[in-house]
């Protein structure tokens, strides 16, 4: 698995003015978690985080971070944006050791056109993403789904994937991951039709009525 390289500075204030001046700085704010030293306040280098969120591994990447010298392995936890303008706001990094197992968000990639497609059907993709639990150096980039063999009416749940060597899949096994419905929708069933009447004969009623 690929890592990153990342310097951290630790902070002391933690006031709106102190954060919105890293930021102007061109850093952004956060907090790195580890169960030997509990919650530190640091900050970071916005392109430099930006770079590691956008290689393969994204959020997942191990970056070995660098905290006034001492050396720490951490994933990203959690990122907060600022969808208005675009830009990340904070950051939690979360401590991790190579022989403990973790717990962690991977994508899941459809590869190859369904049989049914070609059939007149469309691919529900109903699960893009999955929870794992594995060693930090085991995390996948993300996890392939084949569906080349799907007819209309097919359908591959969380049970069905293929996953790699020491990864354990946490959703629910029965939860569909993907499957391929028919296009056509079924019309809804109505009242029976009501043939109309002939003008002769509902001329005649009107008649018999007067």
């Not at 392109?47 to 392995?73: D, Y």
């Not at 991977?106 to 699960?127: E, R």
Request: glycine share 8%; aromatic share 0%; with cysteine.
């Amino acid at each position: 698995m690929a890592e990153a390289m990342l310097n951290a500075n630790p902070r002391e204030e933690r006031t709106r003015s102190s954060l919105r001046q890293i930021r102007e700085q061109g850093g952004i704010p956060g907090v790195l978690y580890g169960k030997q030293t509990g919650s530190m306040a640091i900050s970071v280098d916005a392109k430099e985080l930006k770079k590691i969120l956008g290689s393969v591994n994204g959020r997942n990447t191990l970056i070995n971070m660098n905290v006034n010298g001492a050396k720490r392995t951490v994933i990203v936890k959690s990122l907060q944006m600022d969808h208005l303008h675009r830009g990340m706001q904070h950051v939690d990094f979360q401590e991790v050791s190579e022989n403990t197992k973790i717990r962690t968000v991977v994508p899941v990639h459809l590869v190859g056109t369904p049989i049914g497609v070609t059939h007149g059907g469309i691919i529900q993709h109903d699960l893009r993403s999955v929870e794992v639990e594995c060693l930090p150096s085991q995390i996948p980039n993300h996890i392939e789904v084949d569906i080349s063999n799907l007819e209309i009416g097919d359908a591959l749940s969380v049970s069905d994937l293929n996953l790699p060597p020491g990864v354990k899949v946490l959703d629910h096994p029965h939860t569909t991951v993907v499957g391929v419905a028919n296009a056509k929708a079924p019309e809804p069933a109505g009242q029976p039709e009501v043939a109309p009447e002939p003008a002769a004969e509902a001329q005649a009623k009107t008649s018999e009525k007067e």
